[in-house]
């Protein structure tokens, strides 16, 4: 099993961020992110079917959604914070087994 994430970079707060994922045959699927000197945590996820589930801090401003014929599930991060600086990382279980893609570092200034 692969995950394959894109889409990090740099934004200045206000702005929106789009992240990527795509993997093939797991599910569920979502995202976490990892600050600096921070344990990972969880931002946004696909918990069952089509139930989403957020961290507080991102309700509101980031949504969760898939396009399931690309296998690919999508973070839309809008209204940007500097405390949203940090590694994300697409997540993915399957057969009780998590499965991580490579980080993506999304910056945003103030």
């Known amino acids: 099993v692969q995950l394959q994430a894109s889409g990090g970079g740099l934004a200045q707060a206000g702005e929106s961020l789009r992240l990527s994922c795509v993997g093939s045959?797991?599910?569920?699927m979502g995202w976490y992110r990892q600050a600096p000197g921070k344990p990972r945590e969880r931002v946004a996820l696909?918990?069952?079917?089509?139930?989403?589930d957020y961290a507080d801090s991102v309700k509101g401003r980031f949504n969760i959604y898939r396009d399931s014929a690309e296998n690919t599930v999508y973070l839309q991060m809008n209204n940007l914070k500097p405390e949203d600086t940090a590694v994300y990382f697409c997540w993915g279980s399957r057969q009780l087994r998590d499965y991580w893609g490579q980080g993506t570092l999304v910056t945003v200034s103030s």
């Open positions: 045959g797991i599910d569920p």
């Open positions: 696909f918990t069952s079917g089509s139930i989403t």
